[in-house]
């Protein structure tokens, strides 16, 4: 039995000018624990997110990333509040620009991801692709809640008691203030 090797963690700065200038490809984790927002997210995020980048020019010449992530992650179940693993993979295509007006012009099947100065907080930008690949609603995908308990109609509730106004006092008021 062999034991596959660790990938190693990527770098939370990149270039992205210069590792598209060098056609290079990125493959490694991303430790869960330096994502913030998606642990907060989550009731638990369960190993670290594999990530596979490949940077390159496509051929409108446009600074581009190509890749895949992979993770998983505990959510809530909506049906009966315990957790449920959901397993998010993501297909990345990220067109790299340096301002919203370059964003602009990007083709469509091109997230455009805005480096401002040298460096690129990579960490920061997969979180943000992860965030919005979670699913909407996490559910269980065998009946958690039995369907009795969905039924409406049966018992009514009893008649809630009819409670003072507030205003009846103010109605009062005004009614003195009306006599004179």
Known sequence: MSIPPQKSALPRRIDARKLVQREQQLD???PSDELPRLVASTESVNGD???TLAFARDLQRNQVATGHLKLEV?????RCLQPVC???E???AWGFVWSEDQGKSLPKSLDPVIQDGDELD???TLEEEILLNLPMVAFHDRECVSKEAFRSGGDKPEAVEQQENPFKVLEQ???????S
Do not use: M, P, R, W
């Not at 505990?74 to 909506?78: A, H, I, T, V």
């Not at 008021?173 to 006599?179: M, V």
């Open 74 to 78: 505990e959510l809530l179940c909506q």
């Open 28 to 30: 490694g984790t991303v």
């Open 122 to 124: 990579l960490y920061q």
């Open 90 to 92: 993501a297909d990345i």
């Open 86 to 88: 959901e397993q998010v």
């Open 49 to 51: 997110v594999a990530v």
């Open 173 to 179: 008021l005004k009614g003195s203030s009306n006599k």
